[in-house]
């Protein structure tokens, strides 16, 4: 018989919502792959990090001992709990669609996921409370971002550092690198205003890699905080990635259809990250 729904029909629906997912999950966390990663391996669902202090060499005579310096680190403990979404896709919703629903749904769960972590992650920006630049009513441009490059050179925090800031924030940096003669030198910006005028993309600013994220909440003031910071500043336990599963509801004659991963963020160390308070107001 023709126009049948099959179980191979049905496994390519959910093998859509599993790619899908995970493919948009993966391209719309911006956080994820700039933080410091720790898997919360076996039982229980928190992991415990070390947080090693600076240790400062000195000189000394030939042939005078060493005296013992104690290594004494702090530790920082992350909880994982578990966030999810679920929807129930009926029958005659699948059969009657006219686009791809595994498809769709598949970039609804995984983009909602994405938004979550980097939400989590992003909120803990005004935790950087050692460091800290900009104010209210302060627009985001490359000063603040070598005073913000500065204070971490002062405390010896090695390079890659990431720079990510609410969209309308960054719409100011990018205005004055365009601006030939904004407060520098023109030929000094070119290459970088030429790259943000051809493909709207910062890049690197004073050895920071410049990211845009929506996922930054203003307040009432349409200020917001963003931050610079080397990876180890923030950390996101993961106990179980991000996954999709299915299970088939006769009665309802529909199949759920479960998003969810379980995780857990916190600052591991404040003095490695600078908050950067800005306005985001267009």
């Given at each position: ?17 599993t790619?899908?997912?995970?493919f ?17 391996v076996g ?5 415990e ?54 498809a ?28 800290e ?8 441009d ?13 405390l010896?925090?090695p ?60 307040d ?11 990876p ?5 336990a ?28 916190g ?16």
């Amino acid at each position: 018989m023709a126009n049948e729904t099959t179980s191979s029909t049905l496994s390519e629906l959910f093998t859509n919502i599993t790619q899908e997912a995970i493919f948009t999950f993966q391209e719309t966390s911006v956080m994820r792959p700039l933080v410091t990663t720790y898997p919360i391996v076996g039982s229980g669902k928190t992991v415990e990090v070390p947080v090693y202090p600076a240790i400062t060499a000195s000189a000394v005579n030939e042939a005078t001992d060493l005296s013992n310096t104690a290594v004494n680190p702090t530790s920082q403990t992350i909880t994982a709990s578990e966030v999810g979404v679920m929807t129930s896709l009926t029958d005659l919703g699948r059969d009657a669609a006219g686009r791809n629903v595994g498809a769709d749904i598949g970039k609804l769960f995984g983009s909602a996921i994405a938004k979550k972590v980097d939400t989590d992650l992003v909120n803990k920006f005004v935790s950087f409370t050692t460091n800290e630049v900009g104010a209210a009513a302060t627009e985001l441009d490359a000063d603040l971002i070598f005073k913000a490059v500065a204070k971490l050179r002062m405390l010896n925090v090695p390079a890659p550092y990431y720079g990510v800031f609410h969209p309308r924030a960054v719409y100011n940096l990018k205005k004055t690198l365009t601006q030939a003669g904004y407060n520098t030198n023109a030929n000094a910006i070119s290459d970088i205003g030429n790259e943000i005028l051809r493909n709207n993309f910062v890049g690197t600013v004073a050895g920071v890699q410049i990211f845009e994220n929506a996922n930054i909440t203003p307040d009432a003031s349409d200020d917001a905080y963003g931050a610079v910071f080397h990876p180890i500043a923030l950390g996101l336990a993961l106990k179980e990635d991000f996954k999709v599963e299915t299970q088939r509801d006769a009665s309802l004659r529909a199949t759920e259809i479960v998003a969810s991963i379980t995780y857990g963020v916190g600052v591991l160390k404040d003095t490695y990250g600078v908050s950067v308070k800005t306005d985001t107001a267009l």
